[in-house]
């Protein structure tokens, strides 16, 4: 009887830890397909009045909300979080909105790896190590550069956030270095969202969309590459002085 009972519970806790993460994947499926048109630029552009004034009248509140939904869009992984950081800008201006931009996305993206990690994460990364070949050797690789890879995964838009979220969970990255390079990483992209959100009064206005290419141009893109550089610089630099 006790070896039943044993056997009975930790199917039903392993059940429960995969329980978060199951459920950011069926949220992220059912807001592809629900929301996108609700959560968009076109949702921004009608409810504008109705946020500038809820914001004047409660200015805490509204923060609160504010980066509340950003860590819920982010941390159920649903449409909109390029507007939610737009909105940011719109509504608290370059600054403190960069700041609320930073801590929602950043919040979020920890608790989609905390669900991550403790659903999947532990298990596939030892299963990864016990396996060896070439995946072994990949997660190796990423744990020997994990401070330079980490920080390229969030200062180089290649990777989707999503699954820069996911990766680092089911390779074994800790937690603190995982969250340090996630609220470190996302400074630039958020500094030029923001950037363009805070002058969507004027684009509101023409009734025009906002240009978000301008992340390609020189003036944004080289910082950025720059800095990616730089984050890179620790990998090449080992991978250097083995060579020797």
């Known amino acids: ?14 059940w429960l830890r995969k329980l978060p993460f199951l459920v950011i994947i069926t949220a992220a499926i059912l807001g592809a397909v629900l929301l996108r048109d609700q959560l968009g630029f076109d949702a921004l552009a ?5 946020l500038i004034g809820y914001r004047d009248a409660h200015f805490l509140l509204t923060v609160v909300g504010f980066v509340t939904a ?6 159920l992984s649903l449409p909109g979080g390029t507007v939610a950081s737009l909105a940011g800008g719109f509504l608290f201006g370059l600054f403190p909105g960069v ?3 930073i801590l929602g996305a950043g919040t979020g993206a920890v608790l989609v790896f905390l669900a991550a990690r403790a659903g999947f994460g532990a ?12 995946a072994a050797r990949l997660q190796a690789g990423l744990r020997e550069n994990e401070w330079s890879v980490l920080f390229l995964m969030r200062l180089v838009p290649v990777v989707p956030f999503f699954l820069a979220n996911l990766i680092p ?5 800790s937690l603190w270095r995982y969250a340090i390079t996630t609220f470190v990483g996302i400074i630039p992209g958020a500094l030029v969202f923001t ?4 002058g969507l009064g004027e684009v509101f206005a023409k009734g025009e969309a906002p240009d978000l290419g301008i992340i390609f141009t020189a003036p944004i893109l080289g910082p950025l590459l720059g800095l990616a550089a730089l984050a890179a610089l620790p990998m ?3 991978a250097l002085w083995k060579g020797n």
């Open 1 to 14: 009887m006790p070896e039943q009972t044993a056997q009975s519970v930790e199917p039903r806790s392993g």
């Open 46 to 50: 009608r409810h504008r009045d109705v």
């Open 70 to 75: 950003y860590t819920v869009i982010v941390g």
């Open 99 to 101: 700041l609320f931009n």
């Open 123 to 134: 298990a596939l990364s030892a299963r990864i190590a016990a396996a060896g070949g070439g």
């Open 169 to 173: 969970a089911f390779v074994g990255t």
């Open 195 to 198: 950037s363009v959100g805070s």
């Open 236 to 238: 090449l630099i080992k």
